[in-house]
């Protein structure tokens, strides 16, 4: 009887190794053979320095990437059966156009394509960090070592990054930056475009810039590795901009979401040192059916997704999210069919390699004009606060898109009546009860007579869930029209 136990253990030993052998020769056959050490360690060490534990942050990411690429892959059916447990519709303000219009063709994604996304993206991934490991050795020749052996960090300071191409987005940037110097803000500034477009006149419109501060630097810089698209929008830069930002300490800004007061104070907030990165939220929430939630192996999050008007990165803490949300922007055509553009590419690359990031501690409101006999309407630009919950960016996304003859331009404010985050929290905690904020408020954008948002009520909630302010009851908010204009805003 011993021997037949002893003899059936060697038999389950063996097919344990066996398996474990299996199952690191089927993760290495698309990994590049001199990436993984002979030896991964069970605890990794925090890593609190880019340049002084590349290995240790190797070894990280490997883990990361092993895990994310090992999740199991579900049918668009097991997806949303799952997924409709933690992401309901009823009460929800959803993106129903997107969702309506690509039913078909999410149903149809099949879990081959799936596997080949993962498999592209762990490839990517690997491939950027060997670049940078022989980018950073070389570096390292170069640099005088001292006697403990350990290169010191080298940084590249902090700044904003825009993009603007034609001449309206220029002279947005031209007004933001005004605005950015009227708070004493003396970050560097580089604005990127695509080779078709910004004329000489539009060049020397921004560089002219610089001259505002004598310690002040605008630098005009075109977008490498792609060309702008044939959609209504050029989606694609953003990502790459801030990746090729000479930047470590990252400020990105959409030309027209203008802050109400210098946005270098964020970077002192203790979420920006908790974190390296933080993000702002959209109008509309996440959807069981979204292909997002197959590709990263995740179930649906109760939240609202990713805006990307405004985006503080670290590049020494998050490299891994520049070069992913980087590819994403070079296979747009792929992936941004359901990540809302790159609006919540910022959010998927995030909870693919398990980055928390900290956020406003209140939704985003819809500001603009009041039109006469429709008491809902009339927004056109998402106001978003700051970690603390007081309004801080002016995102005025539609202005661009219609003319308005109203006076003010600023007029009222429609928000969620529940739109506060309690117990310390800020966009991107799930935690109950901040999964419900929002409940029962509808948005959309009504593109006749001109391009406005409509919030209200959805059918069944009391009218309450939606509360109407003046712009001016906040001080933070009051005189921004003024100086928006007196800055050269136009519309």
């Given amino acids: 009887m011993r021997t037949t136990r002893i003899g059936t253990a060697a038999i389950l030993l063996v097919i344990i190794l066996s398996l474990l052998t299996w199952k690191r020769n089927e993760f290495t056959n698309y990994l590049p053979s001199d990436y993984l050490p002979e030896e991964v360690p069970e605890k990794v060490p925090e890593a609190n320095n880019y340049f002084h534990t590349d290995e240790t942050q190797r070894i990280q990411l490997a883990k990361v990437i092993q895990e994310f690429v090992d999740r199991p892959i579900q049918t668009w059916d097991e ?21 309506e219009e690509n039913d078909q063709k999410w149903r149809a994604i099949p879990s081959t394509q799936i596997s080949d996304w993962r498999h592209a993206i762990a490839a990517h991934l690997y491939s950027k960090h060997r670049e940078e490991k022989a980018s950073l050795d070389k570096r390292h020749e170069d640099l005088a070592v001292p006697s403990d052996g350990i290169a010191k960090e080298i940084k590249s300071g902090r700044g904003i990054v825009m993009a603007a191409g034609d001449r309206a987005a220029a002279i947005r940037a031209r007004t933001n930056t005004r605005l950015l110097r009227s ?63 000479s930047f470590d300490e990252i400020l990105y800004l959409d030309t027209d979401s203008y802050p109400l007061r210098n946005p270098e104070d964020l970077f002192k907030s203790k979420h920006w040192k908790e974190t390296g990165l933080l993000l702002w939220p959209d109008y509309t929430k996440s959807h069981a059916t979204n292909p997002l939630w197959r590709l990263l192996g995740q179930q649906c999050r109760d939240e609202y997704e990713g805006e990307s008007g405004q985006i503080f990165i670290s590049r020494s803490r998050h490299q891994d999210v520049l070069w ?3 590819y994403f922007a070079v296979h747009h055509e792929e992936f941004y069919g359901f990540m809302g553009g790159d609006r919540d590419s910022f959010r998927a690359a995030a909870l693919l390699l398990n980055k928390p990031w900290a956020g406003p501690g209140r939704l985003n409101a819809a500001a603009g004009v009041v039109f006469e006999g429709n008491v809902n309407g009339g927004g056109h630009t998402m106001l978003q606060a700051d970690m603390d919950g007081k309004w801080m960016f002016v995102h005025a996304n539609l202005i661009k898109h219609s003319q308005f003859t109203q006076r003010p331009l600023w007029k009222t404010i429609h928000r969620a009546a529940n739109d506060k985050f309690v117990n310390g929290k800020t966009y991107g905690s799930v935690e109950k009860p ?43 908010l009051r005189g921004f029209e003024e100086k928006w204009f007196g800055f050269g805003g136009v519309h």
């Avoid at 708070?183 to 080779?195: A, D, G, K, R, W």
């Avoid at 075109?222 to 953003?238: D, H, R, S």
């Fill in 79 to 99: 997806a949303v059966k799952l997924n409709s447990q933690t992401c309901p519709t009823e009460g929800i303000n959803y993106d129903k156009g997107a969702v």
């Fill in 183 to 245: 708070y004493n803000c003396t970050l560097p500034i580089e604005i990127f475009h695509f080779s078709s477009e910004l004329s000489e006149p539009d060049k020397s419109l921004l560089e002219d810039l610089s001259q505002l501060e004598s310690n002040s630097k605008v630098t005009i810089r075109l977008v490498q590795g792609i060309e702008k698209g044939n959609g209504w929008k050029a989606f694609q830069i953003k990502g790459a901009a801030i990746q090729q930002s």
């Fill in 324 to 326: 992913l949300v980087e």
């Fill in 434 to 476: 901040n999964d419900r904020l929002g409940l029962g408020v509808s948005l959309h954008v009504d593109p006749t007579p001109r391009m406005v948002t409509i919030m209200k009520a959805m059918e069944g909630y009391d009218a309450g869930v939606v509360v109407v302010e003046e712009w001016d009851k906040y001080e933070e």
